[in-house]
């Protein structure tokens, strides 16, 4: 399943970013933020600026290699009461770069897509799932863009296997070809995962063979289980098969 391509995904950079923004309009910054453990409202809108300027810089540099670091200026403003421009700012930076970028074109990534679209990608849910922590720690409901949701775990479970280098735990997912159906419901999407003895990763799915577990939700909720938003235990979520081989994907995809 592969909806990439079908999604402007600066202009969803762009859109979320406004939604996380006005969200901060008379805020406390110094709230928790319940699905970031240690950190405060504020400590979310530094992360995520950064995240826009720091990916902003590799688009620009259309580095070829790992980067030898990863220090980037953030001009952060003084006033806390500034913070909402300045996520803004780094909003704007970011559409201004990916304009001026072939988002074909070949560069460094950590993950599966060796092109500059990789960051644009990478940034809509680093942005989208932050806000959504955003109107966790401020109390709020939240709504999550189904076609965005579907996109998100693809690209989620397609970089995932990439991710050792910051998520450590991944290397526990191995396995002796064991497989795990993730499943939207409600909407078009799969996504078969299998377990290998040297790593894991998605493989083509025929929806005719049952897999080893299998997990159903809508896209939102799927997303968000996904990245450890929510439990797999919440009534939105259907899991079905081998528990123990659900209970090591959970305790080793965190991301």
Known sequence: MHTADRIDHGAAVAAETARFAALLADADLSAP????????????????????????????????????????????????DGYAEWLRAGAAEAAEVFAGTDLDSPMWVWGADGHARFWARRMLFETLVHRVDAERALGLGSFIDPALARDGVDEFLTNLPFAAPFAPNVAGLRGSGETIR??????????????????????????????????????????????????????????????????????????
């Open 33 to 80: 933020v319940p699905t970031c453990p240690g950190w405060t409202l504020g400590d979310l809108v530094r992360h995520t600026g950064g995240v826009h300027r720091w990916f902003s810089v590799l688009l620009r540099r259309r580095i070829q290699r790992p980067p030898a670091g990863r220090e980037v200026e953030l001009g952060l403003p003084e006033r806390q």
């Open 182 to 255: 993730f499943r939207c419901t409600g909407t078009e999407g799969t996504w078969l995962v299998r377990l290998r003895p040297d790593g894991f990763g998605p493989v083509p799915d025929d929806a005719s063979v049952p897999a080893g577990a299998e997990v159903r939700a809508g896209a939102a909720d799927l997303l968000l289980l996904l990245y450890g938003r929510l439990d797999r235990t919440a009534p939105a979520v259907e899991a079905a098969g081998d528990g123990e081989l659900l209970g090591r994907w959970f305790a080793n995809s965190a991301f």
